[in-house]
């Protein structure tokens, strides 16, 4: 057990660096900036695993090594409970005066002692006690279900991290950025970004696809909280595989679609202005929405606009689009987040046709390697002003380039867990051993009918002795218990009860003195018991 809950705090440091330091699965761009800025620290932390912390060699060795330690501290315990089922329980005490709870009753008159013993065997089984019928006594225990508590505790964190191994290795986690009147399919293609266990396989992404029909968006547009969100609805139609009907279904922000085991929530959106530009030589060589990416509530979003296909001269803008447009000392910029005045501010680029390499680009930045800044008769950079439906005549015949309207991009997030019913099972069979192992009071009762008075009271009298003994420290009510029980089997002599060990709790029967720490009864005989609560 110590070893388990070293080996647990370990996994929580080692879990530190994951949150504070980048992660490439993650975002691996910040990552990169991260490497680039700390040319020193960097390439320190990338030998040492820490921008992949969750798949390390060291952090996959202590969750291992707790799963062993974890399993190591399960099986004895289980054997050792099993051997607790089949014991009886122990014999009673020759001085049951000794217990911490002690109380006595006189026998009614005409009532055998093996008559009182069978009723109070009775309401010891009424009260969920296991109970042994001895010669003269009866012995009951309960409180089992605490060591199955502990157990059922223990087995729930061992099925957790079998659960979080399942979903790392089988799971997977995608986005993808999709212009509104568009629609995505659930092919390894069609995502921007895609993170997944070591044992994921393409062929597990279900056939599925979203059309993404209309956008639904909302702000506040009063004095308090202006500009706050009010509404996110994406009115989608999706099929789950090819040939299967279409349907409808809505997704709100915590309010994902499920399509075959994949979980698709709506995580973002922005504005794709769409552009027209027509190069030098009069073709059409772009055409179609931009996604320009949101750099502030107010949704100023920057982008870049790529026409490699121009002749004969390749073309590229970059700028900013605001939804609603002013400019002043700070730039051009938004003063609101909905399309209530939109317009586009840009800067041409050109330059001679890029051979084609296959390799990727970034599609939110311009590489300006190779190309020329166009500028304005002053030899200023060429800043250009579009709004939907204006276009602008390029200098020097490259072309020109037109703002033919706005519209919305949604970037959904796709992602399966394929163990996340067996990590939540696992929490909640958790908290059920955790309510059962704090709440379940494990408890022995000892009835005795004897011969004499015990003390002051005593008289030659046939007398009911009821002793208890709790199991588990800072439990109260046994004493009452105890009490309540030679009530119900006799005529009570206690007008008072003691949870102190070693008091008798009624006036009839007298404390019995140096006997204080005495609190606890052997299993195997019916003697005295030393054992220290």
Not at 280 to 302: K, R
Request: hydrophobic share 40%; charged share 20%.
């Amino acid at each position: 057990m110590r070893t388990a809950l070293v080996l647990l705090f370990a996994l929580a440091v080692a879990a530190v660096p994951g949150s504070l330091i980048p992660q490439r699965n993650v975002s691996p761009i910040r990552v990169s900036d991260f490497i680039e800025q700390h040319p020193t620290l960097g390439p320190i932390y990338d030998q040492l695993g820490l921008f992949a912390v969750f798949s390390s060699a060291w952090f996959s060795a202590i969750y291992l090594l707790l799963f062993v330690s974890l399993v190591g501290c399960i099986v004895p315990r289980v054997a050792v409970y099993a051997r607790a089922l089949r014991t009886p329980p122990p014999r009673t005490p020759r001085n049951l005066a000794r217990l911490p709870a002690y109380a006595t009753a006189s026998l009614i008159d005409d009532e055998t002692a093996d008559e009182v013993l069978d009723r109070a065997a009775e309401a010891l089984q009424g009260r969920r006690y296991r109970v042994l019928r001895q010669e003269g006594s009866v012995a009951a225990e309960r409180g089992y279900l605490r060591e199955a508590g502990n157990l059922v505790f223990h087995l729930s964190l061992l099925s957790l991290l079998v659960g979080v191994a399942i979903g790392g290795l089988y799971g997977f986690r995608g986005t993808s950025v999709v212009i509104v009147g568009q629609g995505f399919a659930n092919n390894i293609t069609q995502y921007d970004d895609l993170s997944a266990g070591g044992w994921f396989a393409e062929d597990r992404l279900q056939p599925f696809t979203i059309g993404v029909k209309q956008f639904r968006v909302a702000f506040e547009t009063g004095p308090v909280q202006t500009g706050a969100a009010r509404l996110f609805e994406l009115d989608t139609e999706v099929t789950e595989r090819p040939g299967a009907t279409p349907y409808e279904e809505t997704i709100e922000v915590n309010h994902p679609l499920r399509v075959d085991g994949t979980t698709v929530h709506l995580i973002g959106h922005g504005y794709a202005p769409v552009v027209k530009v027509t190069d030098g030589d009069g073709n059409v060589a772009f055409s179609g929405p931009v996604v320009f990416l949101p750099q502030d509530g107010n949704f100023s979003s920057a982008g870049v606009i790529k026409v490699p296909d121009g002749r004969p001269e390749r073309l590229a803008f970059e700028g900013i689009f605001a939804p609603t447009a002013k400019v002043d000392k700070q730039g051009p910029r938004s003063l609101f987040p909905d399309l209530v005045d939109p317009a586009l501010y840009i800067n041409a680029w050109y330059g001679a046709p890029k051979t084609e390499t296959g390799q990727p680009e970034n599609v939110y930045s311009l590489d300006s390697t190779g190309l020329t800044q166009l500028k304005d008769p002053k030899g200023e950079p060429l800043r250009i002003l579009l709004r939907p439906g204006t276009s602008y005549q390029l200098p020097d015949g490259k072309g020109t380039i037109e703002m033919v309207g706005v519209t919305r991009w949604v970037k959904l997030q796709m992602s399966s867990t394929p163990g996340i019913a067996v990590v939540l099972g696992s929490i909640g069979a958790a908290v059920l051993g955790l309510c059962l192992s704090l709440f379940v009071r494990p408890r022995r009762v000892w009835v005795r009918v004897r011969e004499g008075g015990v003390g002051e009271s005593g008289g030659g009298s046939r007398l009911i002795e009821v002793g208890g003994l709790d199991r588990a420290d800072a439990r109260a009510g046994l004493s009452e218990d105890v009490a309540e029980l030679a009530d119900e089997l006799g005529v009570s002599e206690n007008p008072g009860v003691s949870d102190e060990p070693g008091a008798s709790p009624g006036s009839a029967v007298p404390k019995v003195s140096g006997v204080s720490e005495m609190s606890g009864v052997s299993e195997q005989s019916g003697d005295e018991t030393e054992e220290k609560q």
